[in-house]
T-cell receptor, first 115, second 114 residues
Framework: DTGVSQDPRHKITKRGQNVTFRCDPI?????LYWYRQTLGQGPEFLTY????????KSRLLSDRFSAERPKGSFSTLEIQRTEQGDSAMYLC?????????????FGPGTRLTVL | GNSVTQMEGPVTLSEEAFLTINCTYT??????LFWYVQYPGEGLQLLLK?????DKGSNKGFEATYRKETTSFHLEKGSVQVSDSAVYFC?????????????FGTGTRLLVSP
């Protein structure tokens, strides 16, 4: 069990550029989540996948954001036409399927800085 | 909607002091409650959880009891160490949020000095 991994760990980009982040969940975890954390705040839910199906999206996920999980394994989060307000830590988590609440295991995050 | 309120930090303690970090929640139904910890430069780690009223979660000397009557899940530790310095997040899932997503508080930074 290698844990949830995210790539890159840091990304600096200029306003208006597109960026893509990758998340590799714990193997055999079929649920995958994306959260965003800004400085001094707790993480905020963005979206959730069960296998390859995107089941829930937050209102925070504007139309510039898109997430995919094409084969039910790794996931990508793309931000188009980045804005300075997109600067944040983007966290990925995964959990096994099951009834009720399953513990979510978090990756180290990708820190995005938009100049 | 569901929400979590934590005491503001930083909380500054000397080693071996008693720790309490307050957490209250607003939710309909019966949410599950969590404490996550974020050490400097690291990702969020689950510290403990409780899934029903009166349950006590515990780990590494930390404890929290799910109190439905006061809608609280306060984190306690009898004797803190310098290595406990971190940011602590209270969170919930379930209730009317649905089981899948976590709702976090703003976090409380703990600083423990030798």
């Amino acid at each position: 069990d290698t844990g949830v991994s995210q790539d890159p760990r840091h990304k600096i980009t200029k306003r208006g550029q597109n960026v893509t982040f990758r998340c590799d969940p714990i193997s055999e975890h079929n649920r995958l989540y994306w959260y965003r954390q800004t400085l001094g705040q707790g993480p905020e839910f963005l979206t959730y996948f069960q296998n390859e199906a995107q089941l829930e999206k937050s209102r925070l996920l504007s139309d510039r954001f898109s997430a995919e999980r094409p084969k039910g394994s790794f996931s990508t989060l793309e931000i188009q036409r980045t804005e300075q307000g997109d600067s944040a830590m983007y966290l990925c988590a995964s959990s096994p399927a099951g009834t009720g609440t399953d513990t979510q295991y978090f990756g180290p995050g990708t820190r995005l800085t938009v100049l | 909607g569901n929400s979590v309120t934590q005491m503001e930090g930083p909380v500054t303690l000397s080693e071996e002091a008693f720790l309490t970090i307050n957490c209250t929640y607003t939710a309909t139904g019966y949410p599950s409650l969590f404490w996550y910890v974020q050490y400097p430069g690291e990702g969020l780690q689950l510290l403990l959880k409780a899934t029903k009223a009166d349950d006590k979660g515990s780990n590494k000397g930390f404890e929290a009891t799910y109190r439905k009557e006061t809608t609280s899940f306060h984190l306690e530790k009898g004797s803190v160490q310098v290595s406990d310095s971190a940011v602590y997040f209270c969170a919930l899932s379930g209730g009317n949020t649905g089981f899948q997503k976590l709702v976090f508080g703003t976090g409380t930074r703990l600083l423990v000095s030798p």
